[in-house]
């Protein structure tokens, strides 16, 4: 089972900025080669932190206003959230390892 949320403009405001857990927010398009290959990645870190962190993501294409909001340039981009605010992105691509400290860095 995935704890990855698809985010829309409908439930953001709710699935994100609402959250009571830190957010983890991946941005990325079907069309991304990068993406495909950072999903399993981000699924597996999400299975492994569902208890402490949420994780969610938005097709660019599908809700370009979240991400021109958010100032994403490229894809795949992630973000972390912390009561409603940003603290932290990256650009790119991530191994897994990469995307675990940024969260405990961050988190």
Avoid at 30 to 53: L, Y
Avoid at 57 to 75: F, L, Q, T
Wanted: proline share 6%; charged share 20%; with cysteine.
């Amino acid at each position: 089972m995935s704890h990855n949320v698809d985010v829309t403009n409908a439930n953001f405001e709710q699935e994100v900025l609402k959250s009571d857990k830190p957010v983890l927010l991946k941005f990325w398009a079907p069309w991304c080669g990068p993406c495909k290959m950072m999903a399993p990645v981000v699924d597996e870190v999400a299975s492994e932190k569902g208890d402490d962190i949420k994780v969610v993501s938005v097709n660019v294409d599908d809700a370009p206003e979240i991400a021109s909001e958010h100032g994403v340039r490229g894809v795949p981009t992630v973000m972390l959230f912390k009561s409603g605010a940003k603290v932290a992105s990256l650009v790119g691509a991530q191994s897994k390892s990469q995307l675990t400290q940024f969260i405990e860095q961050n988190g």
